[in-house]
Nanobody, 127 residues
Framework: QLQLVESGGGLVQPGGSLRLSCAAS????????IGWFRQAPGKEREGVSC????????KYADSVKGRFTISRDNAKNTVYLQMNSLKTEDTAVYHC????????????????????WGQGTQVTVSS
């Protein structure tokens, strides 16, 4: 059974950093695009970043460009989201999600593409 488990969330001060992990079990990440999404209370779910199967393509929301970096380690079946220079507006529950594809070097951040989702990890940025 496909399962994604996020970890690494927590409370951090503005300007701080966190690294989120998304560990997959029950399937091999090699064949999947992985995306990170977030949802703050009272707001719509937002696509944050995605990474292609080959890591040759990554995408970021404009709100996180230059601050967040997505990467994957297929040997560890894990995808990471390094978040630097965190702002209060980054506060949200962060979910990772996956979709299987034959395309090596492209990813999209449309939630409807993603068939498997993790439960999420809370990120709170506050002084």
């Amino acid at each position: 059974q496909l399962q994604l488990v996020e970890s690494g969330g927590g409370l951090v001060q503005p300007g701080g950093s966190l690294r989120l992990s998304c560990a997959a079990s029950g399937f091999t990440l090699d064949y999947y695009v992985i995306g990170w999404f977030r949802q703050a209370p009272g707001k719509e779910r937002e696509g944050v970043s995605c990474i292609s199967r080959s890591s040759g393509s990554t995408k970021y929301a404009d709100s996180v460009k230059g601050r967040f970096t997505i990467s994957r380690d297929n040997a560890k079946n894990t995808v990471y989201l390094q978040m630097n220079s965190l702002k209060t507006e980054d506060t949200a529950v962060y979910h990772c999600a996956a979709y299987r594809t034959t395309v090596q070097a492209m990813c999209v951040m449309y939630p409807s593409f993603f068939g498997s989702w993790g439960q999420g990890t809370q990120v709170t940025v506050s002084s």
